[in-house]
């Protein structure tokens, strides 16, 4: 059955990230590129996967074509050229039809993706810890619309690989990618359990807010050890329950509004998870409470957000009861 014109917006992006993700695994041992063949194939099969798909591939499809004469991968990665009134409100049109966006800010041709999240921030903050970036092949699991990739690129790595199953974060980053085209960023639409042991080729892999949405997490954690050469580091930001109140907080519904929070650990289950799990020299680096600055609502995510999952009472509280989120930011490597 052939793609129509909606799919085939997404199937050729995929085509370009195909060619450019090859070519990068063309060096690697048999074992890494028999992976990423299947990967890609997983990956194209999950087109038709969303009931939202039409409407988003119709918004990426509708991107006017425009010339990019400065890109920049920094704080507000940016696209930047001439652009008229016209074919900015088509621009405008198309990237608000992909709302929500979580994950930013962007700014293109002059319209600044104003995110739920001020990601920028969140990078900051993790960004002292790691061994640089620069040559190094670099994984995000779990990358969202892959605000990071961009910056991981600013810090020089050679590959930046982004997977997330959602697609209306692939649609994202489609449209971003458009424009700030680079050949070292890639996204596929892929979950992390497509990570297995034939990998093990990856310099530093990033896992930033998934770890409490797996149901199992030591499995998250083995995860990511296949994707991790040896002598590589793991860069795991999570949230955590750090009063002392509990070694795991398991929320009876809801943690922040949020249904699929299965577990909050305290840093040292984390630790003792990471060390289980066969990492070594795992450490707290930063831990920060996420605040109604870094996280709001917004005209490109108008729904609600941490505003308004916090007690009214008491802001160091959730509406549950439960202590409000704090997240913690961990460096570990692979021997």
């Known amino acids: 059955m052939g793609l129509n014109h909606e799919e085939a917006a997404l199937s050729a992006f995929l085509d370009r990230s195909t060619h450019a993700l090859t070519t990068a695994f063309a060096e690697l041992p048999a074992s890494a590129q028999a992976w990423l063949v299947d990967a890609l194939r997983h990956a194209r099969s ?32 940016r696209a930047a050229g001439p652009c008229d009134d016209a074919r900015r409100a088509a621009l405008y049109a198309a990237l608000m039809a992909l709302a929500p966006w979580r994950k930013g800010p962007f700014e293109v041709f002059g319209i600044r993706i104003d995110s739920e999240w001020r990601s920028d921030w969140k990078w900051a903050r993790v960004l002292p810890h790691l061994a640089s970036l620069e040559g190094r092949r670099v994984l995000d699991v779990g990358c969202g619309n892959g605000y990071y990739l961009w910056r991981m690129a600013e810090a020089g790595a050679a590959l930046a690989l982004g997977i997330d199953p959602a697609l209306a974060a692939c649609t994202q980053f489609a449209a971003v990618a458009r ?49 991790l050469r040896a002598g590589g580091e793991l860069l795991l930001e999570t949230l955590v329950i750090a009063d002392g109140s ?14 699929n929070v299965w577990a909050v650990p305290a840093p040292a289950t984390v630790e003792q998870w990471l060390a289980e799990t066969g990492f070594r ?12 600055a870094e996280q709001r609502s917004t005209p490109w995510m108008p729904y609600h957000s941490l505003q308004d999952f916090l007690a009214v009472e ?12 704090q997240r913690a930011v961990f460096v570990a490597s692979v021997d």
């Open 46 to 77: 999950t087109l038709a996967g969303d009931g939202r798909m039409a409407e988003w591939q119709a918004a990426l499809a509708a991107l006017p074509v425009l010339a990019v004469e400065a890109r920049d991968y920094g704080a507000c990665p």
């Open 179 to 227: 424009y700030l085209a680079c050949e070292r960023v890639h996204m596929l639409p892929l979950a992390s359990a497509a990570l297995d042991e034939r990998l093990r080729c990856f310099d530093t892999v990033f896992s930033m807010g998934v770890l409490y949405h797996r149901r199992d997490h030591l499995v998250h954690l083995r995860e990511l050890h296949c994707a």
């Open 281 to 292: 020299r795992a450490r707290m680096v930063d831990l920060t409470p996420t605040t109604v």
């Open 246 to 259: 509990t070694e795991l907080l398991v929320p009876a519904a809801r943690y922040a509004a949020m249904r």
């Open 314 to 325: 008491d802001s160091t509280r959730t509406i549950e009861g439960y202590p409000a989120p």
